[in-house]
C-alpha cells in the first residue's frame, strides 16, 4: 500500500513536469559546473527509490537526480575518478561506488535500475553520444531499459525490424531519420507477451543523439524520457 501510495505520487509529480515526454528539462541548480557539454550525469530509473546524488572520493557534490528526470551533464576532471551514489537521506553510506575514466570531451551517463522492494539496485555506467558523424536528418538513438516486470523488450522505431533490449541493460546507437516535422516513431512491448510499453512520436533534433530511458514498473505505469547526448 505504501509503495502504490508513493508511485501515484510520483506519477502526479512526473505528469505535472511533462513525464512521459521527451523533454531535457536540466537541473535548476546555479553550479557553473550544470549544463556542460561533457561530464557526468544520472539516470535515475528505479521506481521505488528516493532522490539521489553523486559524490566523488573527496566528498565534492557533483549532482542529483528525481525519479525518470531528464538531466544535463556535469563537468568532471580527467583521469580516474571515484564515482559515489547516495540516497539523499543518507549521506553517509554509499548505494554503489565505481571508478570511472574520464576522457577530455567524455560524456556518461550512471544508470540506476531495480526495485528495492524486490530486485535491489543495480548500476552500470554508460559512455554517451554516437561515435561518427551523424548523416543530415537523421538522429542516432539508443534505448535503456528499466522497466520493472520486463526481462526483455523489443522495440523499433518507425516500421523497422524489432530490436530486443534486457532488463538493467541498454542498446547501441541506431541511426534513424526524422520525419518532414521533426519527429520520431517509436513503440516498445514485452518481449515474452507483447505487451504494449511505449508508443510515441518523439520530438527530436536532427544531427543530435539520444538515449531513451524506458521505466517504470509493468501494471502501475511505465513512461519514456529522452536524454539528449
Given at each position: ?13 512526473l ?28 539516470m ?8 539521489l ?6 566528498g ?14 556535469f563537468?568532471?576532471?580527467?583521469g ?27 560524456k ?14 543495480g ?18 538513438v ?21 530490436e ?11 541511426l534513424?531519420?526524422l520525419?518532414?516535422?521533426g519527429?520520431?516513431?517509436?513503440s ?15 520530438s527530436?533534433?536532427p ?23
Amino acid at each position: 500500500m505504501i509503495k502504490r501510495l508513493l508511485l501515484i505520487i510520483l506519477t502526479i509529480n512526473l505528469f505535472a513536469c511533462g513525464g512521459g515526454g521527451g523533454s531535457s528539462d536540466g537541473d535548476s541548480d546555479n553550479n557553473t559546473n550544470l549544463g556542460a557539454d561533457r561530464g557526468l550525469r544520472i539516470m535515475h530509473g528505479e521506481i521505488d527509490l528516493e532522490p539521489l546524488s553523486i559524490k566523488l572520493a573527496d566528498g565534492t557534490l557533483i549532482t542529483q537526480a528525481e525519479f525518470a528526470k531528464s538531466l544535463r551533464y556535469f563537468k568532471i576532471a580527467e583521469g580516474t575518478q571515484t564515482i559515489n551514489l547516495y540516497r539523499n537521506s543518507d549521506s553517509l553510506s554509499p548505494l554503489a561506488s565505481s571508478s570511472l575514466e574520464v576522457a577530455a570531451k567524455g560524456k556518461y551517463s550512471l544508470v540506476v535500475f531495480g526495485s528495492r522492494s524486490g530486485l535491489g539496485t543495480g548500476t552500470k555506467i554508460l559512455t554517451d553520444g554516437y561515435a561518427e558523424e551523424i548523416p543530415d536528418g537523421q538522429v542516432a538513438v539508443r534505448i535503456v531499459h528499466t522497466t520493472v516486470g520486463a526481462a526483455d523488450l523489443d522495440f523499433r522505431f518507425n516500421s523497422q525490424q524489432a530490436e530486443q533490449v534486457s532488463f538493467g541493460g541498454n542498446s547501441e546507437y541506431f541511426l534513424q531519420p526524422l520525419s518532414a516535422s521533426g519527429t520520431l516513431g517509436f513503440s516498445a512491448v514485452r518481449s515474452v507477451d507483447s505487451r504494449l510499453i511505449a508508443s510515441q512520436n518523439l520530438s527530436l533534433e536532427p544531427g543530435k543523439s539520444y538515449s531513451l530511458l524506458i521505466t517504470g514498473e509493468i501494471g502501475l505505469f511505465t513512461l519514456v524520457r529522452v536524454f539528449q547526448d
